[in-house]
């Protein structure tokens, strides 16, 4: 049976033109995307995009605008479900109260879920250094889009 997973991943941007990166690892498997996650059954967008926010950055957000949504098959790396991701330029509410990184998967925890975030600028986002497809493709985009060139 395969069905669709609906993902909800928010784009914070600060006045030095970075972008917020999540490290995460789950169960042994590393990856780095944008804050965000699953839509849960009966939740809009933005309601999901708003309780992930508070759930992983304990962090009230305001929506900007829509940035993408997924125009191409993903299959999900966790399960056997279609992914289709969508994308928001969001701002804070408030300032952010991160203990923030300077390098991928610094992780001040231990355990089988971990997190943690960074700043990182665009114009040297590395497409590398982000894990999925659809994020991949979300950094270039961002990067054509806001990336200052000196």
Same mark, same amino acid.
């Given at each position: 049976?395969?069905?669709?997973?609906?993902?909800?991943?928010?784009?914070?941007?600060? @006045?030095?033109?970075?972008? +917020?990166?999540?490290?995460? &690892?789950?169960?042994?498997?590393?990856?780095?995307?944008?804050?965000?996650?699953?839509?849960?059954?009966?939740?809009?967008?933005?309601?999901?995009?708003?309780?992930?926010? $508070? &759930?992983?950055?304990? @962090?009230? $957000?305001?929506?900007? *605008?829509? !940035?993408?949504?997924?125009? !191409? %098959? &993903?299959?999900?790396?966790?399960?056997? *479900?279609?992914?289709? *991701?969508? %994308?928001?330029?969001?701002?804070?509410? @408030?300032? +952010?109260?991160?203990?923030?990184?300077?390098? $991928?998967?610094?992780?001040?925890?231990?355990?089988?879920?971990?997190? @943690?975030?960074?700043?990182?600028? $665009?114009?040297? +986002? *590395?497409?590398? &250094?982000?894990?999925?497809?659809?994020?991949?493709?979300?950094?270039?985009? +961002?990067?054509?889009?806001?990336?200052?060139? %000196?």
């Amino acid at each position: 049976m395969s069905y669709f997973n609906v993902r909800v991943y928010g784009l914070l941007i600060n @006045a030095k033109n970075e972008v +917020l990166v999540s490290d995460e &690892e789950e169960y042994g498997f590393r990856f780095s995307k944008f804050p965000g996650g699953g839509l849960e059954l009966g939740e809009g967008l933005i309601d999901g995009l708003k309780r992930e926010f $508070i &759930e992983e950055c304990q @962090a009230e $957000i305001e929506v900007l *605008s829509h !940035f993408y949504t997924t125009d !191409f %098959y &993903e299959k999900s790396s966790f399960n056997d *479900s279609q992914v289709i *991701s969508v %994308y928001y330029l969001v701002k804070e509410k @408030a300032p +952010l109260q991160l203990a923030f990184k300077d390098k $991928i998967y610094d992780f001040d925890a231990e355990g089988e879920v971990l997190q @943690a975030f960074r700043w990182v600028n $665009i114009a040297t +986002l *590395s497409l590398d &250094e982000i894990t999925f497809r659809t994020d991949k493709t979300v950094a270039q985009l +961002l990067k054509n889009k806001f990336a200052v060139q %000196y």
